[in-house]
């Protein structure tokens, strides 16, 4: 059995028989299958043709996102002793796949095995920078090379400050800009999502101008009402 079967079959099994789900598995949204899915895909994708064909066939929208890639070449001069290096656009499936997808899996493997949490948070971070770059294709720098997976053997603790920046992962989606103009300090993380100001005293003017209009508004016109009855 080649691997590329295995994977096919081990694949459903494995997703239906986990009927026991983690409390970290956030089990059963749609965002945590495909995400499941794609993860255990990549680092698991057999090589050459097959690799390429699973992705056609389980996750071809993969495929369709990726930017055409600058790949670096380098062309021998005609004397045979310098080389020039030269930038290639490369376009066609065949090519995403294998100068970028190919250093991807590579490197989301070795984010997969490495030691500890911060290492793999920190190879994340990686997968973002060098892999979804934006820009201008020709100046964005795509992974060339994977010279960097080294550091995936582990890193160095974090310093204190650097360890408290990256707490911002865990804050991010309530990390917000006050909405009172007058604002001493704009930026906080909120406590809830739906909080739009930082404190009390930056939503009172919003509050009183949203008491004013209501009173202008509705409690007029129950106020008219009530006298009608
Ligand atoms: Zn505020």
Known sequence: MNSSTQLRKARPAKLNSSKKKSRRDLAG?????????LLEGLANLPDGDCGLAWLRSNV??????????VRKETLASTAGEETFPYFAVAKTDEDKYKYWVLRLCATLREIWRAPDRRTKEWG???ISQDFYGQGVPELVNHPYSNEADFLLLGLKPPSRGERLLLEFMRWAELTRYCGNPDCPAHYFIATRRSQKYCSDACSKPAQR????RWWATTGRRRRSAKKKR
């Not at 101008?209 to 004013?212: C, H, I, N, P």
């Open 29 to 37: 949204s749609p965002l945590a299958r495909d995400a499941k899915k």
């Open 60 to 69: 071809p929208y993969f495929l369709d996102e990726i930017a055409p890639v």
């Open 124 to 126: 994340m971070f990686r």
């Open 209 to 212: 101008e949203f008491k004013r």
